[in-house]
DNA sequence: TTGCATTTCAAACACTTGTATGAAACTATC
DNA sequence: GATAGTTTCATACAAGTGTTTGAAATGCAA
């Protein structure tokens, strides 16, 4: 069996270059520099650059996807096969945002990763990124079991648009940041966690509070 | 005065391009064949690639933006001096989703390429970009005299989640349609932004229906 | 037409990219 | 300890990039 340390280390460089800089600008002997490994080793372990990528993708996608179903699933169990639908969309949006803002950037890595496979789209991602929906169904699924009155393209727009804010606030949070002069905190990711289902679940249920007392439906005013 | 048809061949050549395949993979061979022009003439007329882009940028940048404030003004004119909310969110939105979808994606390619440029954060593009700032808090200012009793954070967060929508919408169309099974009719513009203006309008006035019968706040479940 | 500035063109330049090669170093089995 | 398989390494390669060059072509005033 091969000692697998080149691997890895190619590995963990690839996924914390690309997260910081994306695809577009980081070569091949970045990456090698910065694992300290030898520029014929990517393609002697992965094949290519792409298979490499391809093979950070997969590997972290299936991660993120297995948190946010345990997190719909321990939900659904607590509820009886039925959870509320502010649930739902935390265990949709939560593990990334999680990921990627907040203080401890440290171990953020994969969640940044992921971003950027979501913004970039280099071809070896965009043909794996296809089976994302059969993961996405699941959500509507759990939502459509939530909210059963609810017509079924209102669904797929509600998560859409959770999707959208979630994406968005990690993607441009300095902007926000500095349009806000610092005002908006984006540290505070289970504040923000909060708003943002908060804002999903108004968009799914029409404005109306529901069976629950809406808790963090009030505006959050600190500092 | 020089005829200038070789540089607005390459300027109409390049946006193209950019807006259909991104920067990534764009050359300046690409453009140039696509112009029906010489390869020196790129940098004869712009100096270099990373300034055709600059140049392309901000002239579309001011147009989108001149477009979005008439809007604004309009709506302010019309209520002596405050506008409705929900027009404040339908001039902000509004511009750029009825450029980039519906079926006349003919002379949309001014409002795809604003998009590639937003995604694929290029460095030409991203030492403009930091005027954009002011532009949007022209429509916090808006915002502020619409609702002047939501705090200002508040404010922050309901025009940046209403542009999440609309860029997102935008960007993941296919992906949305794909989930949906085409339930959701990404033609209708009109109706797409009505929904995100709803859904901000409710993040930002947190639900309740304010003095306006809020008229389209109802799921439509078309098709 | 002559002369001069502007614009076009083919060709080459310098550089970076991902990939391939073949020898060297290492590892473990017999 | 010899040998076969695995891994590393320096180096080279082919292709593609943006840019530059100097000459040819063009347009336009005197």
Redesign the pocket.
């Known amino acids: 069996?091969?000692?697998?340390?080149?691997?890895t280390a190619i590995l963990a460089a690839a996924e914390r270059l690309y997260a910081d800089r994306g695809f577009g600008?980081?070569?091949?002997?970045?990456i090698v520099a910065a694992a300290?490994?030898?520029?014929?080793?990517?393609?002697?372990?992965f094949?290519?650059?792409?298979?490499?990528i391809a093979e950070l993708f997969v590997t972290r996608s299936i991660a993120t996807n297995r948190e946010r179903l345990n997190e719909l699933k321990a939900a659904e169990e607590k509820g009886g096969g039925r959870a509320d639908i502010d649930a739902i969309l935390r265990a949709l949006v939560g593990p990334t945002l999680r990921g990627c803002l907040g203080p401890d950037r440290e171990r953020s890595t994969a969640a940044r990763f992921m971003i950027r496979a979501s913004i970039e789209s280099v071809p070896p991602i965009r043909r794996i990124k296809n089976r994302e929906v059969d993961h996405l169904r699941k959500f509507v699924a759990a939502m459509r079991r939530s909210l059963p009155d609810r017509g079924e393209v209102d669904l797929y727009w509600g998560l859409h648009f959770a999707l959208a804010m979630a994406h968005h606030t990690i993607r441009e949070s300095e902007r926000l940041a500095r349009l806000s002069d610092g005002k908006c905190d984006l540290n505070d990711v289970a504040g923000i966690i909060e708003r943002i289902v908060a804002v999903s679940v108004m968009a799914l249920t029409g404005g109306a509070a529901e069976k629950k007392p809406a808790a963090k439906l009030v505006a959050r005013d600190a500092r």
Not at 1 to 7: F, G, H, V
Not at 25 to 30: A, K, M, P, S, Y
């Open positions: 069996m091969p000692s697998d340390q080149t691997r600008d980081v070569t091949l002997r970045d300290g490994v030898n520029l014929a080793a990517v393609n002697y372990h094949g290519s650059k792409d298979e490499l």
